[in-house]
Each structure stands twice: as structure tokens, then as C-alpha cells.
């Protein structure tokens, strides 16, 4: 049976994108199952920067799951099998000094760009 992508949304973390050959069923009472014993005493603050030590705890709970897409980003590029050099080039073009390292971390997660940079990569996907 071939590998189906479910977009998962933890509690005061950001959306990822899993693999598995369960149903969306089984995946949902994972996440759900997950959300109970994570919020048992209540839910904390994270930072963006350290959410996705969330994410890798969420997978290696649940080794049925793979984990695909980290971010929205992750995910439009491979859509548009794209790299994240390809990424840095644009938004140079676009007259914006970013490095390959600060958008490897946005790629990965560890880092979230500003509000209106977010607005120019939408628009970058959305023209490419």
C-alpha cells in the first residue's frame, strides 16, 4: 500500500506533514492520544525556535509515522521540486540579504521568518 500524506496540527505548534500507510482514522487517534498525554497538566508556552523538538518527540513516540514536510515552505518547495539554494537565489533577486543558513532554518523549522517576509515567499510560490 502506498504512503499517504496527512497534515498534522499540534496544539500551539505548527503545522507538519506526516507519511503512513494507516487511514486518516488511525492518524487522528494518534495525534488526539498524543494531545492528551502532552496537555495532561496544560499546555506551555514554546518557542517558535524550539517547536520542532515537538515535532521529532511526536515521531519518535510514533514510529508508524514518518514525518515529510516540516513547514509550509518544505512543502512548497517539493511541490515545486525546488531546493532551498533556489529558495536563497529568488529572495536575493528580490533584493532581500538572507542567507542559505537562515533559510535552511526556515525550511527546518527552527526558525520563522517575519510577517511580511512570509508575504514574499507566498508571493514567490505563487509566481514560480
Given at each position: 500500500m502506498k504512503d499517504i500524506i496527512y497534515e498534522v496540527s499540534l496544539t500551539g505548534i505548527y503545522q507538519f506533514w506526516v507519511s503512513c500507510n494507516n487511514s486518516g482514522?488511525?492518524?487522528?487517534?494518534?495525534?488526539?492520544?498524543?494531545?492528551?498525554?502532552?496537555?495532561?497538566?496544560?499546555?506551555?508556552?514554546?518557542?517558535?525556535?524550539?517547536?520542532?523538538?515537538?515535532?521529532?518527540?511526536?515521531?519518535?513516540?510514533?514510529?508508524?509515522?514518518?514525518?515529510?514536510?516540516?513547514?509550509?515552505?518544505?512543502?512548497?518547495?517539493?511541490?515545486?521540486?525546488?531546493?532551498?539554494k533556489w529558495l536563497t537565489l529568488v529572495l536575493l533577486e528580490f533584493g532581500h540579504q538572507v542567507n542559505y543558513q537562515t533559510v535552511a532554518r526556515w525550511v527546518e523549522g527552527r526558525s520563522v521568518p517575519k510577517i511580511g517576509l512570509q508575504n514574499i515567499l507566498k508571493q514567490v510560490f505563487l509566481r514560480y
Open positions: 482514522v488511525d492518524v487522528d487517534m494518534i495525534v488526539s492520544k498524543y494531545e492528551a498525554e502532552r496537555g495532561k497538566y496544560g499546555f506551555t508556552y514554546i518557542k517558535k525556535n524550539k517547536q520542532y523538538l515537538v515535532i521529532k518527540d511526536f515521531i519518535a513516540k510514533n514510529p508508524v509515522l514518518t514525518l515529510r514536510y516540516r513547514t509550509w515552505i518544505d512543502l512548497e518547495l517539493h511541490k515545486r521540486m525546488r531546493s532551498i
